[in-house]
């Protein structure tokens, strides 16, 4: 029952003293990932979809790496600077999670890590 830290150069370094993703037993725990570009550490966009949008190609990314995917994933928590955004980001969620809907809970906030209109983490299992 060892642990193994999650780390690719393909997701953006977390900005704190964070993992991007944990593995135990089968399953994976993602941290909050934000539409940090990874190449340039910058955000992206400056509206919530195309934050969204680069949110979960970041959460996607460290999935993919733990060994898992965005079809393995069981519970999302969606965080919104506002809920004026909701719509906007299930839209492009909904292009991300197509077919088995894991569950989720979406809450706003007052404010995000790098001044980020979305945050989305993830637990998922591990593909196989």
């Given at each position: 029952?060892?642990?193994?830290?999650?780390?690719?150069?393909?997701?953006?370094?977390?900005?704190?003293?964070?993992?991007?993703?944990?593995?135990?037993?089968?399953?994976?725990?993602?941290?909050?990932?934000?539409?940090?570009?990874?190449?340039?550490?910058?955000?992206?966009?400056?509206?919530?979809?195309?934050?969204?949008?680069?949110?979960?190609?970041?959460l996607r990314t460290?999935?993919?790496?733990?060994?898992?995917?965005?079809?393995?994933?069981?519970?999302?928590?969606?965080?919104?600077?506002?809920?004026?955004?909701?719509?906007?980001?299930?839209?492009?969620?909904?292009?991300?999670?197509?077919?088995s809907h894991p569950?989720?809970s979406c809450v706003?906030?007052?404010?995000?890590?790098?001044?980020?209109?979305?945050?989305?983490?993830?637990?998922?299992?591990?593909?196989?």
């Amino acid at each position: 029952m060892s642990k193994t830290i999650v780390k690719t150069d393909k997701a953006p370094n977390p900005v704190g003293p964070y993992s991007q993703a944990v593995v135990l037993d089968g399953w994976v725990w993602t941290s909050g990932q934000v539409a940090l570009d990874p190449a340039t550490a910058t955000l992206v966009g400056t509206d919530a979809a195309t934050q969204a949008e680069q949110t979960l190609k970041n959460l996607r990314t460290v999935l993919e790496t733990a060994g898992s995917g965005l079809d393995q994933v069981v519970r999302c928590t969606v965080y919104l600077t506002s809920m004026d955004d909701f719509a906007a980001v299930n839209e492009v969620y909904a292009r991300f999670f197509t077919a088995s809907h894991p569950s989720r809970s979406c809450v706003e906030v007052s404010r995000l890590p790098v001044g980020a209109l979305v945050e989305i983490d993830a637990v998922a299992r591990i593909a196989g």
